[in-house]
Each structure stands twice: as C-alpha cells, then as structure tokens.
C-alpha cells in the first residue's frame, strides 16, 4: 500500500482531473506514480513537460527506454522497473535487451555505451570522467545527445524517488528486482 496518497478520479479536484484527463487521452491509463504525483499538480506539471521535452530529442525511444531500465535496476525501484519492462517490450525491446539494460549494457554496441553512462552518472552523481564522455562521442552520440542521456537520467532518478519514497502500487505487471549479491 502506498505510502503517499494516491488520488483517484473520485478524490481528484478540478485541476487533478484536468491533468487526469489529458493523461488519459494520451497514454490510456493514468499510472499509479502520476497519481501520486497529482497530489501537486505542481509537481506534475513539471514531470509531464520534462517528459514532453525529454521526447522530443534524438535519442530514440529504444534507447531511452534502455536508459529508464539501468538506472531503475540500479536504484531498486520495483515500480520503475516493471513500467519500463512494459513500456520496453511496447518500443520493441525483447526480454534478453531487457535484461542486458538492467544489468546496465545492451546488445547493441552504441546503447551499451548510453546505458554505461548512464549508469556512471547515478554513481557517481554525475561525476564522469573525461574517457566516459569521449567514449559516448567515439560511439556516435553528439553532444545534444550526451545532454539527452543527462536528462533522461535525472528524470528517472526522480521518478525512481516519487515510486520508492510512496511505495507506489504497482500497476504494470510486476518484475522482480535482481538485487546485488
């Protein structure tokens, strides 16, 4: 059970709704986190435009995806990971893809560097070194690009807050964590 209140169609106030409304609309589903989230529309407002914003660059939804599955895996939230595990097979990702992006690499050359610099920025809290960002331009990412990756890991290091800080329900079909030995 949540430990932040979920608000729902029936506790939602106007402006929870509105946000409901056009979640609905556009994904088809109002996932628990946002919910969470609904409780300052403030706070989703903000979360919705990044992740507007955060759509339109160049990094396909692929490796993006491959991003929100690293860096989940990495921050054991369960929520994040059984909603990208979802979203993942939706953009075309098959389980052992999945599987090598929690484990923080891909199958594909150019996104296991993505993912590996993802992963060094949650580590070290964005500390990489000089070598890591020369590695993602050896590999084909400009600098938009590199940007990109920032921003699509700190966008999910928050939601990973809002669903391990709420104990969100899970409302994707549930994954389970591999925790480090």
């Not at 556009?26 to 706070?43: D, M, Q, T």
């Not at 989940?72 to 979203?87: E, K, L, M």
Request: proline share 2%.
């Amino acid at each position: 059970m949540s430990r932040i209140n979920t608000v729902t169609k029936e506790t939602a106030n106007a402006e929870q709704q509105a946000l409901f409304d056009a979640i609905q609309a556009k994904l088809g589903i109002v996932p628990n986190f946002l919910k969470i989230l609904a409780n300052s529309p403030s706070a989703l407002r903000a979360f919705l435009g990044l992740h507007s914003i955060a759509g339109e660059g160049s990094l396909d939804p692929q490796t993006r995806e491959r991003i929100a599955l690293a860096v989940a895996q990495q921050n054991t939230c369960g929520y994040c990971v059984s909603a990208h595990t979802a979203i993942g097979h939706k953009a075309g990702l098959d389980n052992a893809e999945i599987q090598a992006n929690r484990s923080g690499t891909s199958q594909d050359a150019k996104a296991a560097v993505a993912v590996k610099f993802a992963r060094s920025l949650v580590e070290n809290m964005g500390e990489v070194t000089t070598a890591e960002i020369t590695e993602a331009r050896d590999a084909g990412y400009n600098d938009a690009e590199i940007v990109e990756i920032i921003t699509h890991v700190a966008m999910n290091i928050f939601t990973n807050l809002i669903g391990k800080a709420s104990r969100v329900d899970i409302d994707f079909p549930k994954v389970e964590l591999k925790l480090a030995a």
